[in-house]
């Protein structure tokens, strides 16, 4: 980028003496353009800086002169898309990721579950699930072992658009704490359990730095992603009639405005009550996870160094989710019996019987914006629930994104806390929380 400010300067007044140092300076912006498409990963930030600077390669090599309009007109459009790609190098940058702080060195790997429900009478079937899967490690050598890339389910072509896996491509530049296919830590005893059920429309991969937190300290984490997400979402949303499509869209905008506690609990629990699209993905994500709990042990066999006797009858499990994630633990746990412990990250509480009472230990993470929302269930659940708000949080700040994406904060999606500060806050509370429930 300096060397093509250096050649656009250079080539701005056309001084004759000159114009070897500007084909010259030129000639490296390209050359280092090469070496860091070949050499690296690309990286789409970049995209217009290199754009101008091939550009401006071709006019100062073939000594392409202009009208001073055109001219002054062209130097002003290159600096500005320079400096966008400047501003979307430091929105979107490729950092070091922070370290997990548990004793345990952490393995991941990844896998293609699914199963037909006996029960199911509506349409995609089967349920198909993509289930990642962290766990404590047992590592002697390192270098034997490949870190995982942030993100990495972004890059299947199968499960996203070409225009995903390109936007989300330059994550591969990241390297996650997580070995993969590395052989599980065996102590004895079963490690902890935990279910992670993402957003309404995400990935598995969403809260990585705190999958890998609790693997750290000797947790199996299970993130489940519904490969039919969008579709089974869309077929929903088209089967309402308009009338209750625009009462769902003014539900969720009064929602979204300034409400004081009070407000915000008394509407939110209307929201719920009158939704007709997410109980049903709701009902139908909490039967996906309690497949998985059946079928645990089959399903850890696929992570090296597993023993299948270990999670045979599993009789406790700890969910965690993120969003409708958290109504999606939420509903399991009201009626399966090995649920021991939940944790809603900011998630409102959609289903088939939201006002029932929680029947295990539960931890609600309110951002700012959406504290007291699930105040009702607070009331009915007594001394079984507890709630902390992350002061300067909004909701996606429960997400990879507070940290790996900081330029969202510029536009209004995340909150004032910064990311590192975040990450620190939410994993301390969630491990707290789990340690006392599922390991004391």
Known sequence: MVFTLLSIAQSAWWIIPLERAAIFASAISVTLIIIHVVGFEFRWQMGPAFIVASVVFVVVLLNITTGPFLRITGISVAILLLLLSLVLSFGFPVQTLPSPAGPNSVGVVTIDHDYSPGNETETVLPRRLFLKVWYPASIEDEARYARHTLWSELSNPSDFSAAERFFAAYLKNMRTNAFQRAPMKVDGGNPPV???????????????????????????????????????????????????????????????????????????????????????????????????????????????????????????????????????????????KRCSAIVNMDGGIFGTNIEAPVPAPYLMLYSERHLGGNDFLKQVSGESYEERVIVGADHLDFHDASYVLPGLRFIGLLGSIGGDEMIRQKNVLVREFLDQNLKH
């Open 194 to 336: 935990l279910i992670y059920n993402h957003a309404l429309l995400s990935i598995a991969s969403e809260n990585t730095f705190l999958m890998e937190h609790l693997a750290s300290y000797g947790y199996v984490v299970v993130s489940i992603r519904h490969k039919d997400q969008r579709a089974e979402y869309q077929a929903f949303q088209n089967s309402l009639s308009e009338e209750d499509r625009l009462k769902e869209t003014e539900n969720f905008g009064k929602l979204a405005g300034h409400l004081d506690r009070s407000e915000r609990a008394k509407l939110s629990l209307q929201v719920y009550r009158e939704n007709k699209t997410l109980p049903k993905i709701v009902s139908r994500r909490a039967r996906d996870s309690q497949d998985v709990i059946d079928n645990l042990s089959a399903i850890l066999s696929a992570v090296p160094g597993y023993q299948g006797s270990m999670h045979t009858n599993v009789s406790k499990v700890g969910l965690v989710g993120l969003s409708l994630g958290g109504a999606v633990a939420t509903e399991l746990c009201k009626y399966d």
